[in-house]
Each structure stands twice: as C-alpha cells, then as structure tokens.
C-alpha cells in the first residue's frame, strides 16, 4: 500500500490545490501505462472537506462543505466483474451516509481477499488478546497514574468535564478492586504549576508533564470511549461485568466473521462498503454532527 499526503489543500483560496492536478495527472497515467492500475485499488480521500477562504464562511453551504469529506475509490474492472456484488453495493453507496469508520472495515475486508494476499485464515484475531478499557484489574496501574492527575488538565482538546468522568469512573474501579491508589511521582512538573483549565494557556498540560505514557495512552482511550458510547447509545459509560467483558471478546471474533463492527468493545461503528449497503442515519455510523439532519437540513435548503 502507498499513501500519497496532498497538503497543497490547506489553503484559504482553493487555489494552491491546483498545483497537484499536473503531479497526480502524472503519476496516474505512469500506473496506467505500467499496468499497474489494473491490479490496484486507488483510494483518493480526506479528513474533511473544505474549511478555509470564503465558500467555507460565506454560509450554511460551506459549513455543509466542511463535513463531507472526499471518497473516491476505483477499482479494476475484473476485479468488479470477478465479485459483481461489491459493483451494486459500492454503487448503492454513492449517496448514501458513509464514514471512515467504513473506510476501515472496507479495508480490512480487502486484505482477507486472494488477490491482495489475503486467504480464509489471515484475519482472524491471533489470539483473545484484547482488553477492554475498563477491565479494571488489567488497566489498573494505568488508572492509578492517570488519577494522580484529578483536577489537572490532560490536553486542550478534552474538557475538565471529560476528564471528571473518566476518573470517577478510574475511583469506582479502585473501588471494585478493593484497592487504595498510591501517590506515586509520575509528572516532571510539579503538579501545583500544571493547567487547572482549558483557557490556562501559560501553563503546561499533563500531556507535557505525565512520565507514563502508557498510562497517558489509556487515558485517551477511555475519553474517546466514553464519547463513541455516548453517540451511539447517550449514556455513559459504566464499569461493564465480567460477562460483558468476555463478551467484547466473542464479539471482536464474530466482527472479523461478519467484517461489520460489533457495536461494542474494541469497534464500534463501520462496516465493509463492499458487502453492506442497508442505509443508516448519522449516528449507526458514527457521525457526531449530522448536516442532514433537521433542523440543520431544513436551514441548509432555505427552508422556512
């Protein structure tokens, strides 16, 4: 696989991004020339659509714009001849609510095929391996870290709310254990100097300061888990039981089966753009802000 990064479109004209019409013209025609693009999947993608210059701020239009990122994806016509199904489901899928979440699983469904060496048994888990990040005992030691920091700010991006939410529930596992965390030294900053706010821009972050960064790692996990739960269900998170964790397991197992996430543990959104194509609205694919849905909608169209 080669990824290609196009910068050129961080630009506020829109302009700028011409300046790799003639390069990519070039390297196109090189891999039709070669043979190469008739034994390639080209996926031409972004992480978001425009969101600079005057199209993005002069109204409702450009801030459609801005969350409709760029997916273009060909595939070699005996590929599409050799699994016809893939042909009506990615064509089904044109207009229809995708995410990277899909992106992923498209991928992965792709390697499991034989002509990008994939075979029946290659993407099967290698093992039950996985740990779900609110098994209390195995992430223990991570949370006796992380909650050295209660009341300090992690990073910009999570809110104290966030980081509240995570801890009480790091507590509840202390809790559940039987255990009392230690006061352990753990930052390179004394902790008094470090960022009790979001708007504390003279004062450095836990993420500057935190010496365990496994323990920083989990911490972000936990947040970014705490908001798929909330997206998908609206509730908070909970400390899951012993059955629900095994659980996760066996559904991580029935995902790689199925190539469709499970909906909980390790995924929970996305699935293979080329076996499914059932519609979704914004939240079964993991879109937090949804342009299409009212009222949003309705002021997009000038509706009254």
């Known amino acids: 696989m080669t990824h290609i990064s196009m910068q050129e479109g961080h630009e506020g004209t829109g302009e700028v991004i011409g300046t790799v019409d003639t390069d990519l013209a070039d390297l196109l025609g090189e891999m039709e020339d070669s043979g190469e693009m008739n034994r390639t999947v080209l996926v031409l993608t972004s992480d978001h659509g425009s969101h600079m210059g005057p199209y993005y701020m002069s109204g409702a239009m450009g801030e459609l714009e801005q ?45 499991t095929l034989p002509e990008f060496g994939g075979n029946s048994s290659n993407y099967q888990p290698r093992s039950n391996s996985y740990t779900d990040v609110w098994d209390c005992a195995h992430n223990r030691d991570y949370m006796e870290v992380a909650y050295q920091f209660r009341g300090y700010i992690f990073t910009r991006a999570i809110s104290y709310v966030k980081t509240a939410t995570v801890l009480d529930l790091a507590k509840a596992c202390f809790q559940q254990l039987g255990f009392e965390p230690r006061v352990l030294n753990r930052s390179t900053i004394p902790l008094e100097l470090l960022a009790t706010s979001n708007t504390d821009v003279n004062k450095p972050f836990v993420e500057e300061a935190i010496t365990d960064k496994f323990a920083y790692y989990w911490f972000l996990d936990a947040v970014k888990y705490q908001e798929l739960i909330d997206l998908k269900y609206g509730q908070r998170v909970s400390l899951p039981s012993a059955n629900q964790l095994e659980m996760d397991v066996a559904n991580e197992a029935k995902a790689w089966d199925s190539l469709r996430a499970p909906g909980t543990g390790r995924y929970i959104f996305g699935r293979s753009l080329l076996k499914y194509s059932d519609p979704r ?7 937090p802000i949804c342009p299409c849905t009212p009222p949003r909608a309705k002021h997009l169209r000038g509706s009254n």
Do not use: V
């Not at 016809?84 to 979440?101: D, K, P, V």
């Not at 609205?281 to 879109?287: L, S, Y």
């Open 281 to 287: 609205p914004c939240k079964e694919a993991g879109i």
């Open 67 to 111: 969350r409709l990122p760029l997916l273009i994806m060909t595939y070699p016509k005996w590929f599409l001849d050799k699994y016809g199904g893939f042909r009506g489901n990615l064509q089904a899928q044109e207009q229809t609510i995708t995410s990277h979440y899909d992106t992923h699983w498209t991928f992965r469904h792709l390697a």
